[in-house]
C-alpha cells in the first residue's frame, strides 16, 4: 500500500503563487510518475502536471508557462509550483502516482496507481 499526503493549498489571490507538496510512503515499490490532476464543482477531474521516473513533464494547456511540477526521488516527493494564478485555477488539487512492485524473482511486475485526499486551491480577490 502507499499512501500520498498533499499539502501547501489554501486561499491566494489572482496573481498571486502556491506550492503543493505531495509525499508518497510506503515500501516495496518505485514510482513510474507523479502527477497533480484537479477537480472543479461541477466539472470532471482534469491533469494538471506529470513528471515521469526519467523527469519528463507534461502540463495541461491552461497551466503551461504558470505552473512548474518537480519531483525529489530521494523522498519520493513531487511539487507543484502555481505561479500567476487565476480565479479558473480554483480547485480541488489531487495528487496522483504510479507505483511498480516486482512480485517475484523473475521480476514480474504490477503497476498500481494511488491518489491523495486533494487540497483546496481557491484564488478569490
Known amino acids: 500500500q502507499v499512501q500520498l499526503v498533499e499539502s501547501g493549498g489554501g486561499l491566494v489571490q489572482p496573481g498571486g ?3 503543493l507538496s505531495c509525499a508518497a510512503s510506503g515500501r516495496g515499490f518505485s514510482i513510474n510518475a507523479m502527477g497533480w490532476y ?8 482534469e491533469l494538471v502536471a506529470r513528471i515521469t521516473s526519467n523527469g519528463n513533464a507534461d502540463y495541461a494547456d491552461s497551466v503551461k508557462g504558470r505552473f512548474t511540477i518537480s519531483r525529489d526521488f530521494a523522498k519520493n516527493t513531487a511539487y507543484l509550483q502555481m505561479n500567476s494564478l487565476k480565479l479558473s485555477d480554483t480547485a480541488v488539487y489531487y495528487c496522483n502516482t504510479n507505483v511498480r512492485r516486482i512480485v517475484n524473482v523473475e521480476g514480474a511486475y504490477v503497476d498500481k496507481e494511488y491518489w491523495g485526499e486533494g487540497t483546496q486551491v481557491t484564488v478569490s480577490s
Not at 484537479?38 to 477531474?45: F, K
Open 38 to 45: 484537479r477537480q472543479a464543482p461541477g466539472l470532471e477531474r
Open 17 to 19: 503563487s502556491l506550492r
